[in-house]
């Protein structure tokens, strides 16, 4: 996320099972978040989109794996009537209290084999106030349509799901609205189907995604196509008015995505674009995945904020392939994003001593002391220290070890953990091994203390 502002598979699976059959997979900040038992493996959402009485008729199906023995399991769900809930064919109890909906099938789920739940659900969409978020997240009404942003923990507001990024699931979205509408999802554009006096929009997202990376928008768009590296398809939906200009401000999207695959290693998705929506979204863009999000104002016609770009396209490497294991470790999404628009917008351009320039500029803009950036608190999830210092850190870093390695630790730490969840130990360990020096004293001083220490010097 950008606001306008001065582990293994393994060890992942493991961390689902310990908890099975409890309410939330133990992050420290959100404990209540996701659930154990299972491992969502793939998402099918039916939506029927009422555009102008803001009404939706949704069933959703999650395709899973048992861990263990389950009696029953929870998914993460708020709002909405549910009028039926089945698990493999067959109607099930279910109860729901403070968006938990608590599932009980007729009879016990066996560990290790694939089973499939579907809700069927109809109401209102409301937007969620989230106090960890400083933009109403959730889906989101506007006058011509809606958007979806969620996170940190905003999925479960419009559909049942396990809400963590620990758990990724592939998925398919079906979007039924009326003709004079479109639906942009995530993944790609595989068929739209008219039918009468509505068209419904089917995309597939094929890669592993994070729930809060999940987003549905509805309004009315112009569409651009473009190619990136690689024969990457880049598909852009512009509100119509704005069009022209979108396609000056994202015009070098392309050029972007090979200068940043050149450092962090290929592009890790099968496509890409961009979705402007008409609302404005309190000065905040969101990467979700493969389609960053973004508010009108954001499109100028003069690529003023095009490093707003960068750092969306920058976390489709850092947080949404490469993704967080914990809330806590945020910085590794948001540090490495922020340190990727300062890459983009001043070492692009003018070079690495215009980048020391600014990273000068920011290190000293910082607080002596402040919570530290691998663990800051849930209320600073998203506080500029988490960016900054993050930011900085990496350019520390960066100076400690030299670009060739420094490059050269990132790409393979992206190829490593390509679709996996990482903690700030997993970094750690593949810096000390790819440089083959004991950079743990670095990080503790960078990440681990409150009090700022000094840039180091170059090597």
Known sequence: MRIACTPHCSHQRRLVAQRANQEGLGDPYFPQLG?????????DLDLKVEPRQQHLEASATMKARALEPLAAFNLDFRNFDISKVVVNGEEAAF????GELTVTPLAPLPAGEEFQVTVDYAGNPKSYHSPHAPVPIGWNAIDDGSYVMSEPDGSSTWYPVNDHPRDKATYTFRVDVPNGYQAVCNGQLVETRPQGERTTYIWDAKDP?????????????????????????IHNFYPERLAPLARIDFGRVPEMMQW????????????????VVNASVGGAALETQTRPVYER???????????????????????????????KDIWLSEGFACYTENMWRHEHSGGIARLDKAMDRTYHSLPQRSAPVADPGQEDLFSGNVYQRGAVTLHALRKEIGDETFFRTLRTYAERFRGKNVTTDDFVATVNEVPGKDLTAFFDRWVRQPELPPFPQPA
């Open 35 to 43: 659930n154990g038992g299972y491992d969502a493996l793939h998402y």
């Open 95 to 98: 109860e729901r209290k403070d």
């Open 209 to 233: 995604m994070a729930s809060y990376l999940s987003t549905v928008n509805i309004g009315k768009f112009a569409e651009h196509k473009d190619v990136g590296p690689n024969q990457v398809p």
């Open 260 to 275: 940043l695959g050149e450092r962090f290693g290929d592009y890790p998705f099968e496509a890409y674009g961009n979705v």
């Open 297 to 327: 104002g954001m499109v100028t016609g003069t690529r003023a904020l095009e490093f707003v770009y960068a750092h969306e396209l920058a976390h489709q490497w850092w947080g949404n392939s490469v993704s967080v294991a914990d809330w």
